[in-house]
């Protein structure tokens, strides 16, 4: 796959670079739904990509890259197994956990000649029985009470994901109490378990490597707690479940086989809520709404495989992430989900987009020439407006945001999508504050915004939303000729505190 900086497309979006403006100029104004710019349906979501500081011609170059890079050949092959991730020699195939019916509906998914239809199977069918057992009573904690609490004990992608659709999807969950800790500071987990009584409480201890040293410290000091209760020692696994990559680990920590949940190295940590590491969400909210997430993402699946360029969502949105960090020079992107229940999404993205787009090595281990992945933050609109929004409208820094709304909002609160609008509207525009003193009134506009809404923040719409923004990361990582799937950097860290704390 070539550099990006050979494709003949990427020179001419530098030289094209002139028609917009680079820095925080003011916007070529657009009236939004002018014919040419562009509305994108993909599976429940829509997207108003008509606020963006580009033109037809820019568009097409960039979809000329994205043919260029090879876009399509390496999203096929990252769908059918390949080793997409060369520097950890594995595939990336969450994909695959959340593709529908059982495994003769399927093509076959051949890893080192080994079909992984049936281990899917096999893996559904077992977490489905636990968060069934669980649910419904039947598992029996130490003392032979019923699960009341769920504390999940993971961090990154063993948490951030199940604590984001937990919370995202509160309104339909009917199973036992669930919450997520992760942080190493032992005051996270004692806040979480005075809520909780040692005879009626489970931990799932969720980890792809087993081997993480906060998630392992919570894990301890959970089974202290539990001993301290005076609950029977030989009895005290039935109050650990663990989701894992690693099931040896788990087992020499104390978790019977037939309490853990095994997944395949295939899933990265941070594209690991399609796999058991959603168990907790399952037991929450149970079977139905797990499969309304799995059924949103693998709509996008489909999307991101088959539509073409320029009605491809996510491929959009990775290809317009690239003109703005690449060509325009923007460092930063805002995501707004104008619905509290959405609050913890930009943490998700950040892990998903800062962890998979930070580096400064291509594919092939050599230097890049070229600027990766930028930060990215955010909050819940409401609040962002009252915080950082000011810098958006009158700061220095070209800044692209996606403002992510649901029509259903309307009927809770109206005043919620009006501010969305308005601060699509006005980013965009820019205008004058009315009584505002000269130019400290004047907000320039410019900035860079996708719309993107559903009728409704549901389980499908939640799996869809992330989806698309895994394949926005993906398609950012084909452009830079980059490994989206390792995360060395986060390695050195840890050694060096191991040996810190002796
Ligand atoms: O340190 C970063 C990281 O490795 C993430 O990639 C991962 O999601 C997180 O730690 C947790 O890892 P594990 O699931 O193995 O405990």
Not at 211 to 220: M, Q, R, S
Not at 233 to 249: D, K, M, N, S, Y
Not at 354 to 382: C, H, N, Y
Not at 429 to 451: C, E, I, K
Request: proline share 7%.
């Amino acid at each position: 796959m070539p550099r990006p900086d050979t494709l003949p497309a990427w020179q001419q979006l530098f030289a094209h670079r002139e028609v917009v403006g680079a820095g925080r100029t003011p916007s070529p104004h657009r009236t939004p739904g002018e014919p040419g710019w562009l509305r994108v349906s993909a599976g429940p979501l829509q997207a108003d990509l008509s606020r963006h500081r580009i033109d037809v011609r820019g568009l097409e170059l960039l979809c000329e890259l994205a043919e260029q890079a090879g876009v399509q050949t390496r999203v096929q092959r990252m769908l059918r197994g390949d080793i997409v991730n060369p520097s950890e020699g594995r595939a990336a195939l969450h994909s695959a956990l959340r593709a529908p019916g059982g495994s003769a509906d399927r093509p076959p998914l051949l890893l080192d000649g080994r079909d992984l239809r049936a281990d899917i199977d096999a893996g559904i069918a077992a977490q489905a029985r636990i968060a069934g057992e669980v649910r419904h009573g039947i598992w029996r904690l130490a003392s032979g009470a019923p699960v009341r609490r769920i504390v999940n004990l993971g961090i990154g992608g063993s948490d951030l994901g199940p604590a984001l659709a937990l919370d995202a999807l509160a309104t339909q969950a009917d199973g036992p109490a669930c919450v997520c800790v992760s942080d190493l500071d032992p005051r996270a987990l004692a806040a979480a378990l005075a809520q909780c009584d040692p005879a009626s409480t489970l931990f799932i201890i969720c980890s792809k490597t087993f081997g993480t040293l906060e998630t392992l410290a919570n894990a301890a000091h959970a089974r202290d707690w539990l001993r301290g209760a005076g609950l029977p020692e030989t009895q005290l696994h039935r109050h650990f479940i663990a989701v894992t990559a690693a099931p040896e680990r788990a087992a020499a920590w104390g978790v019977p086989t037939e309490q853990c949940l095994a997944f395949g190295e295939w899933v990265g940590g941070r594209y690991s809520l399609w796999s058991a590491v959603s168990l907790v969400l399952q037991i929450a909210c149970g079977p139905q709404v797990l499969h309304s997430l799995h059924r949103g993402a693998h709509l996008i699946d489909m999307h991101f495989a088959d539509a073409e360029p320029t009605t491809n969502l996510p491929l959009l949105m990775g290809l317009l992430g690239v003109w703005y960090r690449n060509v325009l020079g923007a460092q930063t992107q805002a995501v707004l989900p104008y619905a509290w229940p959405l609050r913890q999404l930009p943490a998700y993205l950040q892990q998903l987009e800062m962890e998979s787009l930070g580096k400064r090595v291509d594919l092939d281990g050599q230097p890049v020439a070229w600027d990766t992945g930028g930060v990215i933050f955010g909050a819940a609109g409401s609040h962002a407006q009252h915080a950082f929004m000011q810098l958006l409208h009158q700061g220095t820094l070209l800044l692209p945001a996606d403002i992510i709304t649901f029509d259903e909002s309307a009927a809770l609160e109206p005043a919620l999508n009006a501010n969305a609008l308005a601060q699509a509207q006005v980013l965009h525009t820019g205008g004058h504050v009315d009584a505002a003193p000269g130019a400290h009134g004047n907000l320039p506009g410019g900035q860079p915004v996708s719309l993107i809404s559903s009728a409704r923040l549901d389980a499908e719409s939640l799996g869809a939303l992330l989806a698309c923004y895994e394949h926005k990361v993906f398609t950012q990582a084909c452009v830079w000729h980059i490994n989206p799937f390792d995360q060395w950097g986060v390695e050195l860290g840890k050694q060096v505190a191991r040996r810190l704390a002796g």
